[in-house]
């Protein structure tokens, strides 16, 4: 490839070429040019800048040797600056460390209040279908239901272990899709109250986990009125049944 026949602005520092014919070999070289700048002091203790042009044949092997690495020098100066610019301090990883221990302190409490109300509103769901199971029963036999069993003639009223096959209205595992067995902490169980196979029920669910009694759902139906009521637990307190309204007291 031919070299530059004029050197470039000679403002740089930087080495530029100038083709020169080699009366010796024949061949065209590419002498190194160098640009500086010589500080000149005048008579009148002024100074000014002057810009000489240098070749290599001008240099010995030690002045070429120290002028070319300088650029490569702070080229490598530069680099080695910007890659400890890209690393963390400490101090600014301790600090990321608390920031993310804080949100995760304010976050997680609400992320497991969110878990356990949507166990909740599945519970919810399964009393208003035990609420219709009911009804119709009570249409199609014109008697009210006794068991849990009867129910599941109507619609099926399954279990962890499948359908129920209970003959009583007391406590029972509902299945759900955060219930794997009767004796997981996810799971509802549910009772139903009717005294005297009086037209009042009332079903009653809550968690197994006794550390969530609080998140408890209860509902009532009068089969002669038509009223039914709905009430969930808090955070703070379970639903109480005598703050249902299916009846006057």
Not at 75 to 96: A, D, P
Not at 182 to 204: P, R
Request: net charge neutral.
């Amino acid at each position: 490839m031919a070299c530059p026949k004029n050197p470039v602005n000679p403002k740089h520092s930087l080495t530029r070429h100038l083709n020169r014919s080699d009366m010796k070999s024949g061949q065209k070289q590419c002498t190194k040019y160098f640009y500086y700048s010589d500080q000149q002091e005048s008579n009148q203790n002024k100074s000014h800048s002057s810009t000489k042009l240098v070749t290599s044949s001008n240099l010995n092997n030690s002045q070429l040797e120290t002028t070319e690495p300088i650029a490569y020098k702070k080229s490598i100066s530069k680099r080695q600056k910007i890659n400890r610019e890209k690393g963390f301090t400490l101090t600014e990883v301790l600090i990321t460390i608390v920031i993310v221990g804080i949100l995760s302190a304010i976050a997680l409490p609400n992320f497991l209040n969110q878990i356990l109300k949507t166990r909740q509103n599945e519970a919810a769901a399964l009393i208003t279908q035990l609420q219709n199971a009911i009804i119709s029963y009570a249409d199609e036999n014109g008697t009210y239901p006794t068991s849990w069993k009867d129910l599941n003639e109507i619609v099926s009223i399954m279990t962890p272990s499948g359908a129920t096959t209970q003959e009583d209205f007391e406590k029972m595992t509902l299945a759900s899709s955060s219930c794997k067995n009767a004796d997981g902490n996810n799971c509802y169980t549910v009772k139903a109250i009717n005294e005297n196979n009086d037209s009042l029920f009332i079903l009653s669910t809550e968690p197994i986990n006794e550390k969530h009694k609080n998140y408890n759902v209860i509902a009532c139906l009068d089969l002669i009125s038509g009223d039914s009521d709905f009430k969930k637990g808090t955070l703070s307190a379970p639903a109480q049944i005598s703050d249902l309204m299916c009846r006057e007291q």
